[in-house]
């Protein structure tokens, strides 16, 4: 198994030996992975209760109308499994970071430090240029898995500033 793979491993944390550390959440995997399994059993027994003449008597439920009841519940499980998306990735080069809507790749640069406020969802990235960064995979809820992983973003973070010092002080 090579080292980016075991750094994706659930349940085996942040590998920060490695040259890629791969961070998701966890519990809202479950959670979504679950919903979504849940919604499609929902509208399929919906779609098989919808018989006979609707409420007012003028049409009747076709076919068509219980496949619409199942594409329903199909598509309400994929709105629910966008929310399993949130992946990080880090190296010594950068920092990318997969939201549930977009997409950012950073390098270390432009990165000040790695948040997690006390109460704070998930944790975030702080720019140089005083923006905030969410990074979804690291959620509070996750509690330790998402702690161990922002201990692991920080020290590949001080390891390049650390390399950034040397290169500067060799000058």
């Given at each position: 198994?090579?080292e980016?793979?075991?750094?994706?491993l659930?349940?085996?944390?942040?590998?920060?030996?490695t040259?890629?550390?791969?961070?998701?959440?966890?519990?809202?995997?479950?959670?979504?992975?679950s919903?979504?399994?849940?919604?499609?059993?929902?509208?399929?027994?919906?779609?098989?209760?919808?018989?006979?003449?609707?409420?007012?008597?003028?049409?009747?439920?076709?076919?068509?109308?219980?496949?619409?009841?199942?594409?329903?519940?199909?598509?309400?499980?994929?709105?629910?499994?966008?929310?399993?998306?949130?992946?990080?990735?880090?190296?010594?080069?950068?920092?990318?970071?997969?939201?549930?809507?977009?997409?950012?790749?950073?390098?270390?640069?432009?990165v000040?430090?790695?948040?997690?406020?006390?109460?704070?969802?998930?944790?975030?990235?702080?720019?140089?240029?005083?923006?905030?960064?969410?990074?979804?995979?690291?959620?509070?809820?996750?509690?330790?898995?998402?702690?161990?992983?922002?201990?692991?973003?920080?020290?590949?973070?001080?390891?390049?500033?650390?390399?950034?010092?040397?290169?500067?002080?060799?000058?």
């Amino acid at each position: 198994m090579s080292e980016r793979q075991e750094a994706a491993l659930p349940g085996s944390g942040p590998a920060v030996g490695t040259d890629v550390i791969t961070l998701r959440p966890r519990r809202i995997r479950l959670v979504c992975w679950s919903s979504a399994v849940v919604l499609v059993v929902l509208f399929a027994v919906i779609a098989t209760t919808l018989t006979g003449p609707t409420g007012n008597g003028f049409g009747t439920f076709q076919r068509g109308d219980q496949l619409a009841m199942i594409g329903l519940g199909i598509l309400f499980a994929l709105g629910s499994l966008l929310f399993t998306r949130p992946r990080v990735e880090a190296d010594a080069r950068g920092i990318r970071v997969r939201n549930v809507f977009g997409s950012y790749e950073l390098p270390w640069e432009v990165v000040r430090g790695i948040r997690f406020d006390r109460g704070a969802p998930w944790a975030a990235l702080e720019l140089y240029d005083d923006d905030l960064l969410p990074v979804v995979a690291l959620q509070a809820a996750d509690k330790q898995l998402a702690v161990d992983g922002v201990r692991a973003l920080r020290r590949l973070h001080q390891a390049h500033l650390a390399a950034l010092a040397e290169r500067a002080s060799r000058r």
